[in-house]
């Protein structure tokens, strides 16, 4: 078997899209094309299901897909062996890190920025995404998650726990009745993620404090709701380490309204032994170690104090 075809499979399974696979490969997306019929033609099965979105892996594809990446590992150890490449260092390759909205862009994109500067040779695809993203439909080679993975064969940690509080605009609060219980939350708007849309349940909060008849605003986008509490519409309930670094905004019933979620990591079990897997998952797991202090900012007062 043909180990560019194999390749060609790999990049297409990892990106989703001819066109992304072709970028990656450097060719056209009509050569990745022919490679895959090739393949699927040796394989007598197909490999991907064509959709509007992109290709997804059969469950053929799924099956081919840790030999694929075990033989990829296997090449790179040859290569990494050659004298011309005596010199050549640290983890190569393409890995997809999925992670929530806000979590994924104001901690870790900017520290995953700087392992790919460390690492010339690695790539990394960050999937800051309102959704959850799956490991079975091989969407991301890393998930991290707020909810703990119960199917499949998955490697899972607690990567760390985050806060969340109740926060309104300054101005806001000032035009408006103070809030001292939660029975003052009546005369307030609120700002929130759409129901049918939500994604998890551990993001439900508002109805723990004060249910409201009606929302001022709603979106699927933290960014958009934190836009929103920003421009004076409502209180919404947001992460800490977004709204603790903005000093327009304030915390509204800072004993009672505050809520802890965790965040789960998980690979797939067959992946444990590639080198760039490896290199992120400690990576991820270091720089959220460095960014305790702002995923739960009551803790490192209470430790200060």
């Known amino acids: 078997m043909d180990w560019d075809n194999l390749r060609y499979f790999l990049e297409l399974a990892r990106t989703g899209t ?46 081919l897909l840790p030999a694929a990446e075990a033989m990829e590992a296997a090449v790179l150890g040859v290569e990494r062996a050659s004298p011309a490449n005596a010199t050549a260092a640290g983890p190569s390759g393409l890995v997809r890190v999925g992670a929530t909205e806000g979590f994924g862009t104001l901690i870790l994109a900017p520290h995953l920025a700087r392992l ?34 119960k199917r499949g064969s998955v490697i899972v940690t607690k990567l760390a726990d985050y806060q969340l509080c109740l926060y309104g605009q300054r101005e ?17 708007d609120f700002i929130s993620y759409v129901d049918d849309l939500l994604f998890t349940k551990e993001l439900q909060f508002i109805d723990q404090l004060y249910p409201p008849e009606r929302f001022a605003f709603r979106s699927t986008s933290i960014t958009a709701q934190y836009e929103a509490v920003r421009a004076g519409a409502g209180l919404a309930v947001l ?57 739960v900012p009551n803790l490192a007062r209470q430790s200060s104090a």
Do not use: C
Request: net charge positive; proline share 6%; no cysteine.
């Open 116 to 149: 790919t500067q460390r690492h010339p040779h690695l790539s990394i695809d960050l999937l800051a995404l309102p959704r959850m993203l799956h490991l079975s439909r091989r969407e991301a080679d890393i998930v991290i998650s707020l909810e703990r993975p």
């Open 239 to 295: 992460p800490a380490f977004l709204a603790d670094r903005d000093p327009i905004l304030a915390r509204v019933l800072p004993t009672e309204a505050e809520f802890t979620r965790t965040f789960w990591m998980s690979m797939p079990a067959e992946s444990k032994h590639l080198a760039r897997m490896q290199a992120v998952w400690g990576f991820l797991k270091e720089t959220v170690r460095d960014e305790a202090n702002q995923l």
């Open 172 to 188: 806001y609060l000032a035009r408006r009745p103070l809030v001292t219980q939660r029975e003052d939350l009546r005369h307030h």
């Open 18 to 63: 001819l066109a992304a696979a072709a970028r990656r490969t450097g060719v056209d997306h009509t050569t990745v094309a022919r490679r895959i019929q090739v393949l699927e033609k040796q394989m007598a099965a197909p490999l991907f299901a064509r959709e509007a979105a992109g290709h997804r892996l059969t469950e053929t594809g799924r099956h």
